[in-house]
């Protein structure tokens, strides 16, 4: 039986008709928001792929100091002889729980819940007592490996796996203060934009900007005078350009003993980690061949790579580049890697510029809440009609 129908009723609306949308979306204060200009879209885009760069490389570096930093724990507490540190103790207890608690876990992974738990539990305490059992097995193989590592290695250049976590943490911070620049969450004290009319925020925030890419800009060339003068051997009163052509010469010099080394690590690598000592892995005729064949000729001069060479009596050589002269090569490559502070501020510099620019185009927003957004986050079909009704 069908409904009386009247003539005064209104047909119900449906989901085919829709509101017309304005071209531009609302800006913060209800005014229409500009779209953006043509001329700074490559810009946007340059900085999206700089971004993406950035977030990549930290996921590298993030990787590259977690597992620096475990080698070296590792290393330490397999190296580490019982009774004269707890190290070597700790570091078996917690491989020896880890490995028994994986294999209870998988082994038992078609038993009951409660089961596989509690069996994962006991095999992890009896992973921690049985420790003890091998807390003298590959003490003098772990000393062998540290002493290889520091003292005649390519990690011996940049002063050890210890270093290299160092500076892992100082690139890591660079990045995410270059990231923080490119969102706008850099620290910035925006009380005063908060009561200033919309007009003007485009230009004071460019203002502001500026000046805080002048100010790294300055910090990135203290840095590179200081480094010059006090890594690099420069004159304090040397012009910009003959510190930077001292930085440039030494860096020379220490990509050629990195290769050299490198060779050397070729060499001899697979010897130590196989049980041999690194203080009897490269034989003096070796050590000629490497000097004779290697470019230290062509680098020093035929007088200075002469005199690199050992009698041919000796029997083994210490898998360490030399430097003619006398100086040592430990840490050499802590020099390079200091540039990494001018290097990031530079950087930083040139992100506020990039972003003064793309403010000026519209592709960024001086609203002093815009950085607190999240970014890239587009409300779904459902939450925008929940919202509407």
């Keep these: 039986m069908s409904e009386p129908s009247s003539d005064t009723d209104e047909p119900a609306a449906t989901s085919s008709v829709e509101p017309a949308s304005a071209p531009d979306a609302p800006g913060p204060h209800g005014a229409p928001k500009p779209s953006p200009a043509a001329w700074g879209d490559p810009l946007h885009r340059f900085q999206e792929r700089w971004v993406r760069l950035e977030v990549t490389l930290s996921v ?3 990787i590259a100091e977690i597992l620096s930093l475990a080698s070296w724990i590792a290393l330490k507490g397999l190296s580490s002889p019982p009774g004269v540190s707890a190290a070597g103790l700790v570091f078996r207890a917690g491989v020896t729980a880890t490995a028994l608690g994986i294999a209870a876990w998988f082994g038992l992974k078609n038993a009951s819940p409660v089961v596989r738990q509690v069996a994962t539990c006991v095999a992890v305490a009896a992973g921690l007592f049985l420790g003890r059992a091998w807390v003298s097995v590959g003490v003098a193989y772990g000393a062998e490996l540290v002493g290889w590592y520091q003292d005649a290695s390519t990690l011996t250049l940049v002063g050890g796996l210890r270093a290299v976590g160092t500076r892992c943490t100082i690139w890591l911070a660079m990045l995410g ?3 923080a620049t490119s969102s706008g969450k850099h620290i910035n004290v925006d009380v005063v934009m908060r009561f200033m009319p919309t007009r003007l925020r ?3 925030a460019v203002a502001a900007w500026s000046a805080a890419a002048v100010v790294s800009f300055a910090a990135a060339w203290g840095f590179v005078e200081h480094i010059a003068v006090t890594s690099f051997g420069a004159k304090s009163d040397a012009t910009m350009g003959a510190k ?4 440039a010469e030494e860096m020379g010099e220490h990509r050629f003993l990195l290769s050299a080394q490198l060779r050397l690590d070729r060499v001899v690598g697979w010897r130590v980690f196989s ?8 034989s003096g005729a070796e050590w000629n061949q490497i ?8 680098r020093y001069g035929a007088e200075k790579a002469q005199a690199l060479r050992v009698p041919a009596t000796e029997a083994y050589v210490t898998p360490l580049v030399t430097i003619p002269g006398g ?9 390079d890697l200091n540039l990494l502070f001018p290097f990031g501020f530079f950087m930083i510099g040139l992100k506020f510029l990039l972003r003064c620019l793309l403010a000026i185009s519209g592709h960024v927003e001086v609203d002093p809440d815009a950085a607190h957004r999240e970014e890239g986050h587009a409300p779904s079909e459902r939450d925008a009609a929940e919202e509407a009704a």
């Excluded at 930077?244 to 930085?247: D, E, K, N």
């Excluded at 049980?275 to 490269?282: A, D, N, Q, Y």
């Design 202 to 204: 485009v230009p004071v």
């Design 244 to 247: 930077v052509g001292a930085i």
């Design 291 to 298: 000097i004779e064949s290697g470019g230290w000729a062509a």
């Design 60 to 62: 590298v570096i993030v």
């Design 327 to 335: 100086r040592s090569p430990r840490g050499i490559l802590v020099e």
């Design 275 to 282: 049980g041999e000592r690194h203080l009897k892995s490269l």
């Design 177 to 179: 203060a270059s990231l």
